[in-house]
């Protein structure tokens, strides 16, 4: 499915006040994140929140700890949004958690593909009894000096018509949704329909609504045996546990077999069989 995603059209498709408004569309890109960094960094106030910068292709896409986010061109939505939130620090994890409940709402009503987050910034989907990968989320920002949140760059990259074979291998392993239905989806209508969807999430948040009941609603995660493994003054560490819950800042806690309860609040979760 060949699709249009230049300004017009996306202009005529979109239902936000003010998200995307403002809308870049380049067929190649290093990384969308790094790029609408550059540019904020470049023109500062004069570059208007909900900014939204799209791509077709990424030499360049970045998870995180820079690891690379592999998508063929032509098949995936590949964006970054500029946001000024302009909350208190802490309330940094509520963008993560707004960002999946959005892709995953605009992928369930798209798809009828049922749709959940795993810990801590990935949208799943059921495939053959595992849970696969459809989306990523990459949140980066700055915070000023009165420890409000300035400038936040949120990164989106979700597998929509990317063939299995065309597929990255991956510890989660990825499907798009393609793969995942056997059909191809018009991504301007699932962009609109996300970008809808963040915006309200977004609005409410700063009216102080936290987005993290429906996000824990939505976690794989919890419940599970898991093996959390997270980087700890530069080594890595291992920890396997049960993920009892999610705290209100979205840290997992991970009781292990002694009993110990720990709040993680960074690392990647490998759901383990039962
Ligand atoms: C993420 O990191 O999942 C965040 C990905 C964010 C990508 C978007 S695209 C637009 C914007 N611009 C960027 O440069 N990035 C953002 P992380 O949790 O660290 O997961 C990275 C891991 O996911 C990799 O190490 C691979 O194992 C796996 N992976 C890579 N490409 C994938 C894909 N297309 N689908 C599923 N998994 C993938």
Redesign the pocket.
Known sequence: MDENLQATAVYAALKTCWLGRNYHYLAV??????LLKQWAADKGRYMPPGTLLL?DY?T??????D?????PPGG?L???VLLRPQWPEERLSWIVMLAGLAVAEAIEAMTGLATRLKW???VVVDLDGRW???????VEGNVEPADRLAQIVL???I?VN?PADQ??????????LLAATGKPFARLALLADLLERLEQYYEAATNGRSPQPAWTARLVTLGQPVTVTRLDHGETAVLEGIAEGANGWGHLLVRDASGGLHTVTAG?VTLRPR
């Open positions: 890109v290093g990384s969308t994140n790094d791509t990424q360049h896409g970045r998870g995180r700890l690891r690379r986010w592999e998508a995936a590949l964006f970054s801590p910034n990935d696969h990968k459809v989306c990523g989320l990459l990164g989106v990259g597998n990317t597929l990255p291998a991956a510890v989660t392993p990825a499907t798009s990647d």
